[in-house]
């Protein structure tokens, strides 16, 4: 009989622990909207955060709530962004799709103006009289817009410049951001155009960029750096639709204007304005 | 009861030994949690409170149910029973009151479940207060004080990793030692400096 008084006890606790819970579980239940699992399943899940809310859950709780719009997360695909807005019953707006550009070609190409032995990392660098490279605008190198990309989308290059690989880019804006020396930008990708300007346009957009932030005076930029920007004004003047001008000693596109034909980058002489078929070689490690 | 009691049990849980550095309890959310402080910060708070909670339910249940029983050789089966429960119901309880609160909790908590340093404090509550069975005057109260401590040396523990480690995110660290092999041997660094407490007996 002395085996009944442990198995009763044992017996009665888990059912009494066993009721408690489930009239718990029934006494505290929380409703929770269908439409939001679905629309957090439609989310990248990245976690970015770059579209205000706390990761992809915050965001599709503000979607909800009406507080954000799909359009807010910039980084989600066209077809995910119908389906949510068909989930939410909403109406959506087309959006152009950008991608980042790295406004510097300098990279190894710059000398050192001291011997940088702190951490590894873009920001702190800045941090010691702007950092070690002797073009004051130009990317330090340390990759700290590599390690941020949620979309491993970055990849530094053996020159010391980081890569953006536009297949994988989704213009969340944390590169933008992190940089100290604020050389990306979200740059319109041009969809195929079905006009042709100077009769070599293939359909692709050849993404014309100025890969340079020196607002030094052209001479100043030269003596540090063979691939800056010296302010000479031909690339204003080849331009057909003035989309091109040079503002405080830096030539500057805008992209409302700017068609990508490519004119600009046949007149510059310092090879400063690229195009991003230029950059994508350089991951192949031609360029 | 006295405060020296207390002071001897503040010392002994949270440096000499503590739950993770010295008794090795709680390894697998020490290392798995500790990679940033915020969310070691937040791992840490939930412990504190389980452990608190769980010294005043596991108490309760063996002075009132199992030692008048004669059931003492029961008390693990019988604490994992009501821990779990107790977390489960809290995790509900924090669901419905507050769900910014879940977030930033209620992650942890399915963790705490199953985490040896919640049932290891109500073991060692047990083995410290009571005296075949009887309970020492005061227990009660060294036990929930006990509870607290144990939650604060595993804070501590949590902390100073977790600084550790987001200090070493910015450093050059071989592939082959990156994250956890790594994480094991500072792990193992700390525990042998934490060694040195012993020397102070209390």
């Known amino acids: 009989m002395e085996i009944l008084i442990p198995i009763l006890t044992l017996g009665v606790l888990g059912v009494v622990f066993g009721i408690g819970l489930a009239v718990a579980s029934k006494r505290l239940s929380v409703q929770v909207d269908p ?82 032995e702190g951490i590894e990392d873009c920001v702190a660098a800045n941090l010691i009289l702007g950092g070690q490279k002797e073009c004051v605008y130009g990317c330090l190198g340390f990759g700290t817009c590599a390690r941020v990309c949620p979309f491993g989308a970055i990849k530094m290059s053996g020159e010391g410049l980081p890569v953006v690989d536009a297949s994988k880019c989704r213009a969340c804006n944390k590169c933008v951001l992190v940089c100290p020396k ?20 293939d359909g692709v957009s050849n993404g014309v960029y100025v890969a340079c932030s020196s607002h030094d005076m052209g001479k100043d930029t030269k003596a540090v750096c063979p691939v800056g920007c010296i302010a000479c004004r031909l690339c204003e003047k080849a331009c057909p639709f003035d989309a091109i001008h040079v503002i405080d000693n830096l030539a500057v596109i805008d992209y409302n204007k700017c068609t990508s034909c ?17 950059t994508d070689k350089r991951t192949d490690g031609h360029g | 009861m006295n405060a020296a009691q207390f002071l001897t049990i503040f010392i002994s849980a949270v440096f000499i030994y503590n739950v993770i550095l010295s008794r090795f309890l709680g390894l697998c959310s020490f290392i798995a949690i500790s990679k940033e402080t915020r969310p070691a910060m937040a791992m840490s708070l939930s412990v504190m409170f389980v452990t608190t909670m769980a010294s005043v339910i596991t108490w ?27 977390v489960q119901f809290v995790e509900m309880v924090i669901r419905k009151i507050s769900p910014a609160m879940y977030r930033f909790f209620g992650i942890y908590l399915p963790l705490i479940t199953v985490n040896c340093a919640v049932l290891g404090v109500a073991v060692l509550n047990i083995d410290m207060f009571f005296n075949n069975g009887k309970a020492m005057p005061g227990s009660f109260y060294y036990s929930v004080f006990q509870g607290v401590c144990v939650g604060l040396g595993y804070t501590l523990a949590m902390l100073l990793m977790s600084g550790i480690r987001e200090r ?8 082959a030692v990156k994250d956890f092999p790594l994480a094991f041997i500072i792990a193992s660094i700390m525990s042998l400096s934490f060694m040195g407490f012993n020397g102070f007996k209390f």
């Open chain 2, 168 to 175: 070493l995110e910015l450093c050059n660290i071989p592939k």
């Open chain 1, 262 to 278: 490519g004119e600009c980058v046949k007149v510059c002489p310092m090879k400063t304005i690229i195009t991003r078929m230029h």
């Open chain 1, 182 to 201: 604020k050389l990306f930008e979200l740059v319109p990708v041009y969809p195929v155009r079905d006009y042709d300007v100077t009769g070599r346009f």
């Open chain 2, 60 to 86: 309760l249940i063996y002075r009132f149910l199992l030692v008048p029983f004669g059931l003492t050789y029961l008390r693990t089966i019988s604490f994992i029973l009501v821990i779990a429960t107790f």
């Open chain 1, 35 to 116: 439409r939001l699992e679905k629309v957090h399943g439609l989310l990248p899940g990245a976690n970015c955060g770059a579209c205000g809310g706390a990761g992809c859950f915050g965001f599709a709780e503000s979607l909800l709530s009406g507080k954000l719009s799909i359009d807010a997360c910039r980084v989600n695909s066209e077809e995910a962004r119908e389906e949510i807005a068909r989930v939410l019953g909403k109406k959506l707006e087309k959006k152009v799709k950008k991608i980042a550009v790295l406004h510097c070609n300098g990279g190894k190409r710059v000398k050192d103006r001291f011997v940088y």
